[in-house]
């Protein structure tokens, strides 16, 4: 597996100030495949004086030029997206198929699509007899979690650069290879350098220290809602700007009209994907009570097609979860779950057969489930689905919406106004209507606990802007 023993700073590869390193480990087989520098404070600091000092030279490019770059920065990551595949099935463990066809083909589509924006976007507005400038916010560090590690940093890299930032980036410790393969198609892509930085690292301490920094003007982050409270009083502390994508627990509702086979079968397909690793996973089933067994017997027959299995082996659909810490957690909360009354209907907290070393789960279906029980209300992150009746649309919208997350969701109905005016009802970010496909444009993130602000398209774009108005 290709690795820098060094950090992307300020245009090359530069070796970090201390010793200290991380592991990177398969979680397929457990082995350690490369070890990465573990930046500090110190390095931080280097990281984003290199930032600053490429700041009023970036954000005079014009949107053009930017545009350019985004291109060829998105034409690298096409042209790398095997290699891409295969780093990420190989530190995360996802299926090979699946990181083609989703972790290394999304930030293609996402970056292509900053390109666009950066080109068209209307950076200079008139309000009344105001001109309304939207200018860079500044020096952004973003910090990113390991779950969909490349998307999550060209869904903050791209856009800022679009907007004329420059960037630190933090990406999660299970993850750092991919960065560094990030790094390098920013380089080939020409973009100046000190515009895009890397600095890996430990969360509580490289990381810490990027939200902390007095020069950094705006905080991105993705990851656990945990941390993003920490990292959330931090920047408030400072008064900068901050952007918070974090947890969920989302919901999908069908609705007695809908077709139940085709959503519960696309419900388990939703959460099996990177083994339940999905902050956006439909992980709570609501189905109307009186079909409530007829619910369960198809998704008990749909999550038997999922059997854990080796990344690379072309038939696997699930891998393993990306570490021995969430492998823990994961089998943690289906013991808790049993402990609580719910009913195991598939799968249970044991190790896979055949599957003692890597990091296993075995697909979890929970019937018997009540709103209040810990796996109804805490994201689990694996590869477990709690199923919950409901006897009339209240309750469903109240169980829906009975968490302090809100981060995404699904209605399914045999008509489609219908779904809608009942997704009107959820308090979500985002939500699925009959299996509606992702849409890289469209605005994402979270009500309540689930985050502050959004991701992708030109609402993504405005979040690293800031307006000045002109008074003519
Ligand atoms: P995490 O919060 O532990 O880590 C996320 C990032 O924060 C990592 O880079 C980590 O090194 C860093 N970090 C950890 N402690 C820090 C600290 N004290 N200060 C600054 N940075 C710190 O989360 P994770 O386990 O990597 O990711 C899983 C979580 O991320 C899940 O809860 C998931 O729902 C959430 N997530 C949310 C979205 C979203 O868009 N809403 C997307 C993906 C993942």
């Known amino acids: 597996m290709k690795q820098h023993d060094a950090m992307y700073i300020d245009g090359s590869w530069r070796p970090a100030a201390g010793p200290d390193t991380i592991e990177v480990v398969n979680p397929a087989d457990e082995r350690v495949i490369a070890t990465v520098p573990a930046g500090t404070a110190q390095d931080v600091d280097t990281v984003v004086r290199a930032a600053r000092a490429a700041l009023p030279g970036w954000a005079r490019t014009a949107p053009a030029e930017r545009a350019a770059r985004l291109t060829a920065l998105r034409d690298q990551l096409a042209g790398r997206a095997q290699e891409i595949a295969e780093t990420i099935t190989a530190e995360l463990g996802a299926p090979l198929a699946f990181s083609k066809a989703v972790q290394a083909a999304v930030p293609v589509m996402v970056a292509g699509s900053y390109a666009e924006l950066a080109a068209t976007y209307a950076f200079e507005e008139k309000i009344g007899t105001s001109t309304v400038l939207h200018e860079p916010a500044g020096v952004v560090g973003a910090i990113t979690p390991w779950n969909y590690p490349l ?14 930032c420059t960037v630190v980036l933090k990406p999660a410790e299970n993850t750092p290879l991919v960065a560094q393969l990030f790094a390098e198609c920013v380089d080939a892509a020409g973009v100046p350098a000190g515009v895009f930085n890397l600095v890996t690292g430990r969360g509580p301490v490289a990381g810490q220290a990027l939200a902390e920094h007095p020069d950094v003007d705006l905080v991105s982050f993705t990851g656990s809602t945990a941390v993003g409270k920490k990292v959330g009083a931090l920047a408030g502390a400072a008064v900068k700007r901050c952007a918070l994508e974090l947890g969920g627990k989302s919901a999908n509702v069908v609705l007695p009209s809908a077709d139940l086979g085709k959503a519960v079968g696309v419900n388990i397909a939703n959460v099996m994907a990177n083994s339940g690793q999905t902050c956006s996973a ?13 619910a369960l017997e198809l998704a008990a027959a749909a999550i038997a097609k999922y059997v854990p299995g080796d990344p690379l082996d072309g038939t696997s659909r699930l891998g393993p979860v990306v570490s021995a810490t969430q492998r823990d957690r994961v089998r943690g909360y289906i013991e808790r779950g049993i402990e609580e009354g719910a009913r195991v209907v598939a799968g249970g907290p044991e190790a896979p057969e055949g599957r003692e070393r890597g990091y296993y789960v075995r697909p979890t279906l929970f019937a018997d489930v009540t709103p209040g029980m810990t796996i109804a209300q805490e994201e689990i992150f694996g590869p477990v689905v709690a199923v919950l009746p409901y006897a009339d649309e209240d309750e469903a919208v109240r169980i829906a919406n009975g968490t302090v997350y809100g981060l995404a969701g699904a209605v399914w109905a045999g008509d489609e106004d219908e779904a809608v005016a ?3 009802r959820l308090d979500t970010g985002q939500v699925d209507i009959n299996g509606g496909r992702f849409n890289p ?32």
Do not use: C, M, N
């Open 151 to 164: 998307h999550q940093i060209v869904a903050k890299v791209a856009p800022a650069l679009a907007a004329g």
């Open 282 to 294: 439909w992980t709570r089933l609501l189905v109307p009570a009186d079909r409530y067994d007829e």
């Open 422 to 424: 009942f997704a009107r």
């Open 441 to 472: 444009l469209a605005p994402f993130g979270g009500y309540k606990q689930s985050g502050i602000g959004r991701e992708l398209g030109p609402h993504g774009l405005s979040e690293y802007l800031q307006t000045k108005s002109l008074q003519l």
